[in-house]
């Protein structure tokens, strides 16, 4: 059963940082994009960033700068720090793994971020 356990999630002010951790299991995910959405109230489901099979770095504009990610390939886990966060960066965040050209896709359970004073 593949499963992507997400971890980090909490309040932090205006301009902090906040690390999210996803640890996947269940398959092999040497072929999938790894990375992380997120969902605020009212708003659809966005790319935050993610890392493809070979490594790149794939992300929103409005993160741009803001941001850093790594990924464990022996252990299936995919970290991102977010920097200087924002009011608007406040949402419930998402690990998604996926394989490019198929319909193969799983999602975490989602870990909210609140960034607020």
């Known amino acids: 059963q593949v499963q992507l356990v997400e971890s980090g999630g909490d309040l932090v002010q205006p301009g902090g940082s906040l690390t999210l951790s996803c640890a996947a299991s269940?398959?092999?995910?040497?072929?999938?994009?790894m990375g992380w959405y997120r969902q605020a109230p009212g708003k659809q489901r966005e790319l935050v960033a993610e890392?493809?099979?070979?490594?790149?770095?794939n992300s929103i504009d409005s993160m741009k700068g803001r941001f850093t990610m790594s990924r464990q390939w022996i252990k299936n886990v995919v970290d991102i720090q977010l920097l200087n966060l924002r009011h608007e960066d406040t949402a419930v965040y998402f690990c998604?793994?996926?394989?490019?050209?198929?319909?193969?896709?799983?999602w975490g359970q989602g870990t909210q971020v609140t960034v607020s004073a």
């Open positions: 998604n793994a996926h394989q490019p050209s198929t319909s193969i896709q799983y």
């Open positions: 269940g398959t092999n995910f040497a072929a999938y994009t």
């Open positions: 890392v493809t099979s070979d490594g790149r770095i």
